[in-house]
């Protein structure tokens, strides 16, 4: 994938194709002096800014009328700090950049998604995070952050400076300002042994405490219409590294993940009737596969199929039920759902609006196929999940607005304060955070 959106004139597309845009103009600033002279234009114009990543959120967060920042020219890394274990790493730089450099760097991250496609500034704005028992999202492994607010000042914020800001623009939502430098934690290059394999919904979910409990990192995926899932245990391994054979991989992530999912999803938009035939089918096709490899290798995959999604965290102690619930809504329905529904979890932080802010989370991801009819299903998986308190992932599609989400976060009032001082007219705003965050 070389570029993850489109942009045709001034017409921005993200990457899954739901959401579109028209800038006034694009700008591609390669200093922070040239983006703060980007920011006093457009305040003089009288247009708003957003900058914007790959495109890979599935909301309108990035959309503007105003002016697009696009990162291109924000990108590499600044410093490598050996003795602190920190990279600073421009905000612009893809993460499958950041984590090759770290590679031959002999450092890695602690935990990370399951794409790479993103933006450093863009996966950590919008709280991207993978799963794990002990180790939490990427933005949890922030250290230090540089940002240019609305007036043109450089804030560099930190747990020691600007503690306030810190707290909030680890997951900003780009209301804020514009990220520019990000200061990460490290560590030394790890292995991680990947044990894949099939398991029915039913064990998983009566299990799925102690599976958690035992694994460093645990996700499963439940295949609608089906009693199947795939687990997936990810733990650091003594080694030696052992990938997967090029033929064997191949067949797995690519022709079986990519290619053959492709055509079915294809057949079930055409034929919906189809689908659980075919679910059935998809989900006894992926054998059990064991394999060690170095981090990024182990948590990430290439995701060709094209897909809308919605996500939401609840109570890590809700997940069982709102699984449950969801398989009956699933089941009673005239519903087909091509993709599996994918369930992550992640451990309690200290930023303001993190999904997992304040309390132990399990997240609880749909998809369906591009092009294909969703706002029903998702409608009923977003009745279900915030009858348990579910707080939405702000890059994927939901309808919840600030009143909803002032109740679903303790410190929604604080970060709100922190927006309010440091873009005081607004200047970051779109359709996207008026919602979610108020005027």
């Given at each position: 994938m070389t570029d993850t959106y489109a942009r045709t004139a001034n017409t921005w597309r993200n990457w899954a194709g739901n959401v579109t845009a028209r800038p006034a103009r694009?700008?591609?600033?390669?200093?922070?002096?040239?983006?703060?002279?980007?920011?006093?234009?457009?305040?003089?114009?009288?247009?708003?800014?957003?900058?914007?990543?790959?495109?890979?959120?599935?909301?309108?967060?990035?959309?503007?009328?105003?002016?697009?920042?696009?990162?291109?020219?924000?990108?590499?890394?600044?410093?490598?700090?050996?003795?602190?274990?920190?990279?600073?790493?421009?905000?612009?730089?893809?993460?499958?950049?950041?984590?090759?450099?770290?590679?031959?760097?002999?450092?890695?991250?602690?935990?990370?998604?399951?794409?790479?496609?993103?933006?450093?500034?863009?996966?950590?704005?919008?709280?991207?995070?993978?799963t794990g028992r002990d180790s939490a999202s990427i933005s949890a492994q922030i250290r230090a952050l540089e940002l240019v607010t609305a007036d043109g000042t450089v804030l560099r914020c930190s747990a020691d400076e600007h503690p306030e800001v810190f707290a909030a623009a680890r997951v900003g939502l780009g209301a804020l300002g514009?990220?520019?430098?990000?200061?990460?934690?490290?560590?030394?290059v790890f292995l991680l042994t990947a044990r894949e394999e099939p398991m029915t919904f039913d064990r998983v979910t009566s299990d799925f405490d102690q599976l958690v409990t035992e694994n460093e990192h645990f996700e499963f995926y439940w295949f609608p219409h089906t009693g199947n899932c795939n687990t997936k245990r990810n733990n650091r391994s003594a080694g030696p590294a052992a990938p997967p054979g090029r033929v064997s991989g191949w067949i797995e992530d690519e022709l079986l993940s990519n290619g053959i999912f492709q055509v079915a999803c294809a057949v079930g938009r055409a034929v919906p009737a189809a689908i659980p035939s075919m679910a059935r089918i998809s989900s006894r096709a992926l054998s059990a596969r064991t394999y060690t490899d170095i981090p990024y290798k182990v948590f990430t995959s290439p995701r060709r199929v094209r897909f809308v999604e919605m996500e939401y965290a609840v109570p890590r102690e809700a997940a069982v039920d709102a699984l449950r619930e969801l398989r009956a809504m699933v089941e009673r329905s005239p519903l087909r759902i091509s993709f599996p529904v994918e369930v992550r979890t992640a451990p309690a932080d200290d930023m303001a609006l993190s999904t997992a802010s304040g309390r132990d989370s399990a997240y609880i991801a749909v998809h369906m196929y591009r092009g294909t009819p969703h706002q029903a299903y998702f409608t009923a998986v977003e009745r279900i999940m915030t009858g348990y308190d579910g707080r939405p992932h702000w890059g994927k599609i939901h309808t919840r607005d600030s009143g909803y989400l002032a109740g679903a976060y303790p410190r929604f009032g604080e970060f709100t304060a922190v927006r309010d001082r440091l873009d005081p007219d607004r200047l970051f705003a779109n359709d996207y955070l008026r919602r979610v965050l108020g005027e």
């Open positions: 694009v700008e591609s600033p390669a200093s922070v002096d040239e983006l703060a002279d980007v920011l006093r234009r457009a305040s003089e114009d009288g247009l708003t800014v957003k900058p914007v990543g790959t495109g890979h959120s599935f909301t309108a967060a990035a959309a503007t009328d105003g002016v697009l920042v696009r990162p291109d020219l924000l990108t590499g890394i600044r410093a490598v700090d050996r003795e602190a274990m920190t990279v600073t790493v421009e905000a612009g730089t893809p993460l499958k950049r950041l984590n090759t450099a770290l590679a031959r760097e002999g450092l890695s991250l602690t935990n990370m998604g399951d794409i790479m496609e993103q933006t450093v500034a863009g996966a950590t704005s919008t709280g991207t995070h993978g514009v990220v520019t430098a990000v200061t990460l934690a490290v560590e030394p």
